[in-house]
């Protein structure tokens, strides 16, 4: 069967012809299969893809994003979640089922401009999306650095099955927090390192979609190739789900071609 | 509008030498307002626009909201400085009408209905206008929108053709626009082969109709080819054309 | 009437912190130090269309301005002289924030502090530009668009509307049976002076010139201050809602004349580039 791999596009290109099955941003025209968007394409059996290399973050259910607390009504929180659409944290979350404003003083709990970790617990086309800071791990950000980087840059910070971001975190003793939503929080003891977290962070964003970057990255941390991935120390880093259908990563397209070249073993 | 000069030479040039299915010099550059989530900057003769686009975002005020899809909303202005005599800076009729054909000409192309109760807004400033700014302010537009990740069924482009000394030419100029006979602004989604923006002004007959429509697709054609290089060129830097792997 | 309001950019307390621990040590979140200010790009005569035209990018602030000469009544109570009518638009391509519509408080505020230092440092001579005292006269109008706001849209707006000034040739009018006619040749403008504004913006108790839009929005106050080549100063405006000290306003005085002397050099260097 035909199959194509890492073909740029951009919005109106044709990828393949054929009885292929449309998955992300691509629409079917007639007999072919049209990208949506800028990005890179991909098609073969499982069917036809484009992952974008620009483009807001729309909330998915499940995803941990970092949002920014802005007001707050009687009932509950506003946050900027970095999208389209601000999100909502009811004040029932933090304070328990028999919450009372008269009671319970929302802005000493999460003040405006507070940063948390949440999960996205609703959300659909009627209405703005629901999180939560209930479980493990989440809740509100205390210190670090703060940066943004594009949402659709994050599935290669990430890595496969985190490998990226550990690569990262081991070289400059930090820990990084990861919102699906493109914000991110690096602490660490050492400003040496936070700094040097960042620049590779950085790095990725700006070269996501080009081959060899684990190599450049390795080389900006001054990581050598054969040290092998040591995870017993840090915590997994904060990675949303794998859900039936979130998007190709852009480090899987690399990473396959990378075992296509036989520099990696599959 | 009745000419009183010859505007082509007996060499076949125009005012500005070229010959009659020439398009003026065309630069596109992606991504020159930091703010925008996606913008692009155009030089298209002496056309100096830019277009920001804002969006998908949050609708304010909330009533405006469509529960099914997003709104677009989009503005063509021009700075006080762009044309021969200062212009105030109020939008003028010219501007309002602009700015709704603008909006016409970019909605076949945006799947809005991926973005319900959100907002789309598509800002188009002419810095210097030539002739032909709307279709610049388009083609400048759909760059804008491409770079800042919103599906799209297809890049719009824009171009007009006329009628000068009774002959159709393709992307007329200033001069043109103002002493010849006929100005057809078109605007071409090129895969689709759909035409989203057409205007006249002038009188033609119907042959003449068809050719200058053929010629201002044909112009459209070749503005795309433009857009695509400035997309890939911001995006895949020199790597542009990959081949695919098969 | 103008009245309090929502700030409309919030800063992630993080970032203030991270902002405040960092300015405490000398240094600003850009790497810059507390008295440096962004690297400026200019260009000059872009726009062919106008009399004289510049664009000026500080930081990531970018500004275009256009100069175009009319002619028309003098303003009232000043008939020997020409008419300088100075505006500033803030596009709605320049932020997230900005609605398109008239002119804000904080446009208009934006508008007339740049048309003060142009005006009240007389750097035109507009006694020049008196056709028939009284009746008719040169307008020149200086419109200024700003294009994406990052913070110091007081000296980025000034400088694009002083190089265009700088920059621009003026028709030569003449009259003739009572009217003005445009004669077709090109003078230069009477210019006198070189107007330079440096802002700066209280943080806690450092004072930090040219602040991002980051900054401005966790600043206390902030201060605008205009001097000419002379070294005398033209025009102030204190700006927001917190206050600074006596002391810290004496010191940012001298502060704008030098820096102003330096940003002076730069547009002399690249207006005369441009020409």
């Known amino acids: 069967m035909q199959e194509i791999r890492r073909k740029y596009v951009v919005p109106g290109d044709r990828i393949i012809d054929g009885n292929f099955r449309p998955l992300f941003n691509v629409i079917r025209a007639g007999n072919s299969i049209i990208s949506t968007r800028i990005g890179i394409a991909e098609a073969g059996r499982e069917g036809v893809k484009v992952i974008p290399l620009s483009g807001i973050y729309i909330p998915r259910v499940n995803d941990i994003v970092i949002g920014k607390i802005m007001h707050h009504s009687s009932l509950s929180w506003d946050v900027d979640i970095n999208s389209c659409f601000s999100a909502h944290l009811p004040a029932q979350d933090v304070f328990g089922r028999d919450f009372s404003p008269a009671r319970d003083d929302m802005g000493r709990e999460l003040a405006t401009g507070d940063l948390i970790t949440a999960r996205i617990i609703a959300f659909d086309r009627t209405r703005d999306p629901m999180v939560t800071i209930q479980d493990k791990d989440l809740g509100k950000v205390p210190r670090g650095e703060f940066i943004k980087i594009s949402a659709t840059r994050v599935p290669r910070l990430i890595g496969k099955r985190g490998s990226m971001i550990q690569t990262i975190e081991q070289a400059t003793h930090t820990r990084v927090l990861i919102g699906q939503n493109g914000i991110i929080v690096v602490t660490g003891r050492n400003s040496e390192g936070i700094k040097l977290a960042v620049r590779a962070i950085r790095m990725v964003e700006e070269e996501a979609h080009t081959p060899n970057l684990t190599q450049r990255v390795k080389t900006l941390l001054n990581v050598s190739d054969s040290a092998p991935a040591d995870t017993s120390q840090l915590a997994q880093p904060q990675i949303a789900p794998q859900n039936e259908e979130s998007q190709p990563t852009i480090q899987e397209v690399e990473e396959e071609l990378e075992v296509e070249k036989g520099e990696k073993a599959p | ?246 | ?275």
Request: one cysteine or more; glycine letters at 6%.
């Open chain 3, 1 to 275: 009437m103008s009245s309090s309001r929502r700030s409309t950019i919030i800063v992630e307390h993080l970032r203030k912190q991270q902002m405040w621990d960092s300015i405490s040590k000398g240094k600003r979140l850009d790497g810059r130090t507390l008295d440096e200010i962004r690297p400026i790009e200019f260009e000059v005569g872009l726009i062919k269309k106008a009399n004289g035209s510049a664009r000026v990018k500080l930081g990531n602030s970018e500004v275009v301005a256009g100069v175009k000469v009319e002619t028309g009544e003098p303003f009232e109570g000043l008939e020997n002289k020409g008419a300088l009518i100075l505006s500033a638009e803030v596009l709605p391509t320049a932020s997230p924030y900005i609605e398109p519509g008239p002119p804000d408080e904080e446009t208009v505020e934006l508008a007339r502090v740049v048309d003060r230092g142009i005006r009240e440092s007389e750097m035109l001579d507009l006694s020049k530009l008196a056709l028939i005292p009284g009746e008719i006269v040169y307008v020149i109008f200086v419109d200024c668009s700003v294009i994406n706001a990052d913070g110091n849209l007081f000296d980025a707006t000034s400088y694009a509307a002083v190089s265009a000034l700088m920059n621009s040739k003026l028709p030569v009018f003449e009259i003739r049976d009572r009217k003005a006619v445009d004669t077709g040749e090109k003078q230069n403008p009477p210019l006198t002076t070189v107007p330079i504004s440096i802002t700066a913006v209280r943080i806690g108790e450092s004072v930090i010139l040219d602040p991002t839009a980051e900054e401005e929005a966790c600043m206390d106050a902030r201060i605008t201050i205009t001097t000419n080549s002379d070294q005398n100063f033209a025009a102030v405006q204190k700006g927001s809602t917190g206050a600074f000290t006596v002391e810290q306003l004496k010191r940012a005085a001298p502060t704008a004349r030098i820096k102003g002397e330096e940003i002076r050099a730069k547009l002399r260097e690249s207006t005369k580039a441009g020409k």
């Open chain 2, 1 to 246: 509008m009745t000419q009183t000069r010859s505007l082509i030479d007996e060499n076949g040039k125009r005012t500005d030498g070229r010959t009659g299915d020439q398009l003026r010099e065309i630069k596109i550059t992606v991504g020159v307002i930091k703010n925008a989530d996606g913008s692009a900057f155009i030089e298209f003769g002496m056309n100096k626009i830019v277009a920001a686009v804002y969006g998908p975002r949050e609708v304010h005020p909330k009533h405006m909201a469509l529960p099914d899809r997003c709104v677009l909303r989009c503005r063509y202005h021009m700075t006080p400085f762009s044309t021969d005599t200062r212009k105030n800076p109020a939008p003028s009729r010219r501007e309002v009408e602009i700015s709704k054909v603008m909006r016409e000409a970019l909605e076949p192309s945006l799947m809005l209905e991926d973005y319900p109760r959100a907002a789309i807004d598509v800002y188009v400033e002419v810095l210097q206008a030539d002739g032909g700014s709307r279709c610049a302010g388009i083609t400048a537009a759909s760059v804008a929108l491409a770079d800042a990740g919103i599906n799209m069924r297809d890049i719009v482009s824009a171009c007009a053709a006329g009628k000068v000394d009774d002959r159709i030419v393709l992307d007329i100029n200033d001069t043109e626009d103002k002493e010849g006979d006929a100005d057809m602004p078109v605007a071409y989604m090129p895969h689709l082969e759909q035409v989203t923006l057409l205007q006249l002004d002038g009188v033609l007959n119907e042959d003449q109709f068809n050719q200058c429509l053929d010629e201002a697709v044909k112009g459209c054609k070749m503005v795309y080819e433009v857009q695509r290089k400035a997309l890939m060129q911001k995006y895949f830097g020199n790597e542009t054309e990959l081949k695919e792997e098969q």
